[in-house]
């Protein structure tokens, strides 16, 4: 397998053989997935990053954080008013957060939220030049 691996590494790319190569000792009676897992990271929050990101990036693709996006726009109540709609997206940040097992999904979820209002309200990505 190790053989393999570095043919892999070597020819295709890294991320790939590695993830496969994490897959495939865990296939074998060498350690169980968790086991493997916690080898190769070092700890949980790594391996909580990565899969909340993947799940919010499939989230993200199919629409969905663009969609609650509008919904927080289209509100009557925080039409012409940036402090309510700051107010009321923290608390839902912080909800979600108290919500879950861990604050770290919740507040990739809401920052996938906030690009897609960002970019509806109208603001661009760029540095400003001026002092």
Excluded: C
């Amino acid at each position: 397998m190790f053989i393999g691996l570095i043919y892999l590494w070597s020819f295709v790319s890294i991320l790939w053989p590695s993830l496969l190569g994490i897959v495939a000792l865990s296939i074998t009676e060498y350690a169980s997935l968790k086991e493997v897992l916690m080898s190769s990271f070092g700890d949980t929050v790594p391996v909580l990053v990565l899969f909340a990101m993947i799940l919010f990036g499939a989230i993200q693709h199919a629409g969905v954080t663009q969609y609650i996006s509008r919904w927080f726009l289209t509100r009557k109540m925080i039409n012409g008013r940036p402090v309510i709609f700051s107010f009321i997206f923290i608390y839902t940040a912080y909800v979600l957060a108290a919500l879950s097992a861990n604050i770290l999904p919740a507040l990739l979820l809401m920052w996938s939220i906030l690009y897609n209002v960002l970019k509806d309200v109208g603001y661009k990505k760029e540095i400003s030049t001026q002092p």
